[in-house]
Structures are given as C-alpha cells and as structure tokens.
C-alpha cells in the first residue's frame, strides 16, 4: 500500500470509530476487537493500531493488559478536540450542547474582553476592526456567510487576552457559533453587529469593565437566540 492508501486507510478508521463512538453506536466499556477491526474496515493490523492510537489520545479508547482495548467512560473523553466536537455535531444538533457552551461562554469570554481591553496591541484592535467590517458586510446574508467574519472576530479577541489557556477556548468557542447558526437559521442583524462594535470600542479605548459587560450583554443575546429557537423547534407551525 502507498503512503497515501495507507494515511486514508488510517483516516477513515479513525472518523468511523471516533464517530461510533461519540454518537453512541459503541458504548463506553465495550471492547474493540483488533481482528475484527481489520475485516471490517479491510486494512492491516498497523492501520488499526495507528487509529486505535489517535482515539487514546482524545481519550475515547484505553487499553488493559490481558483484556486488550476498549471504549473508554465518557467523563475521558476530551470532548472540546476539535475532531470529536466535529463528529458529535456533524448529523445532528445537540441541545444540551448549546446551552452548556452558552455557560461556559458567559463565563469566559466576559473575561477575556476585559483582558483584552487591558492588554490588546494596535494589531490586535486593527484584527478586531477587519472581523467588524467583514460583519458588517455580511449583515443580512444567510449564516454561512457572516460566521466566518463571527469567528474572526472571536478568535482575535481571543488573541488580544494574551492568555494561552483562554486561547484554547477558540476550538469549542467556534463549534458552538457554528452549530448556533445550523440551530437558529438566524441571519447577522445589524443588532448583533452593534454588540461586537460595543465589546471593541470598549477594548479600543481600554475600559476593561465596560468591554466585560458588552461581552456578557452580547452572550446572553446569543443565549436568548438559542432559547427562542429552541421552543420553535418545540413547537413547529
């Protein structure tokens, strides 16, 4: 096998079983056969190591000596791996998901807007003020066109922090504005603009308790977004 035919080979073992895994088609504490891996997935024994490999690394499986490897508890899991947040929300919406996300959120990022607004560089406020602009022309167009311009936004406020545990917010911060926007079909109103054009004018002038409270303003916003839809989908026309 070629280096490409083995890297996919790896690749859809790896997809297939984390997907299974995560969306409960295997449950935590069954055992993964290894030959029966590589019949079903018609690819050699290194191949299933290899992906057996990656998914211990995102704590999905372990392994014990004489019982061989299995499907690890859930509370293992690193469920905020770019790869498993992927494979979680990739056919479905998880409710729960979203308002735990949203917790997180207005704990977190109200935090990081006020260290941004003490920390933040003229690059920073120049990133900040392109991901605005880009909002801005996204106003009214459906949601796949302005999240892009939402993310940028986030992911350099998140930068501007200067802090490199809250950084690593940016992979579950981007699932949730994703999924968000499959779950509300909302589109970028001029509102939610003037949120973020709060938040930055606050780090602008280096008012960290006013950009902390433009961030929770604009968090609960989203909150309330998630909410309402919610009950639409509870109770279609």
Do not use: C, Y
Not at 129 to 157: K, Q, S
């Amino acid at each position: 096998m070629t280096e490409i035919g083995r890297a996919g080979a790896h690749d859809r073992v790896v997809n297939t079983l984390g997907a299974a895994i995560v969306n409960g088609d295997i449950s935590p504490d069954d055992d993964l056969d290894m030959a029966a891996l590589q019949e079903r997935f018609s690819v050699s024994r290194t191949a299933v190591r290899e992906a057996l490999r990656v998914l211990a690394a995102k704590g999905l499986v372990g392994a014990r000596p004489r019982r061989g490897t299995f499907v690890a508890p859930r509370e293992h899991w690193a469920l905020l791996d770019a790869d498993v947040l992927r494979w979680r929300f990739a056919d479905r919406v998880d409710e729960t998901f979203l308002d735990e996300l949203g917790e997180v959120r207005l704990t977190v990022e109200p935090a990081v807007a006020r260290m941004a607004a003490q920390r933040r560089t003229d690059r920073d406020l120049a990133d900040l003020e392109d991901a605005l602009a880009a909002m801005r022309t996204a106003a009214g167009r459906p949601a796949a066109d302005h999240v892009e311009a939402d993310l940028a936004f986030h992911h350099a406020l998140l930068r501007a922090a200067r802090n490199e545990l809250m950084a690593r917010m940016a992979t579950a911060i981007e699932a949730g504005l994703r999924l968000r926007d499959q779950f509300v079909h909302a589109t970028l109103t001029s509102e939610s603009t003037d949120k973020h054009a709060e938040v930055l004018l606050a780090v602008r002038r280096q008012r960290p308790k006013a950009a902390e409270t433009a961030m929770r303003a604009l968090i609960e916003r989203s909150i309330a977004d998630v909410d309402l839809a919610k009950k639409v989908h509870a109770h279609p026309k």
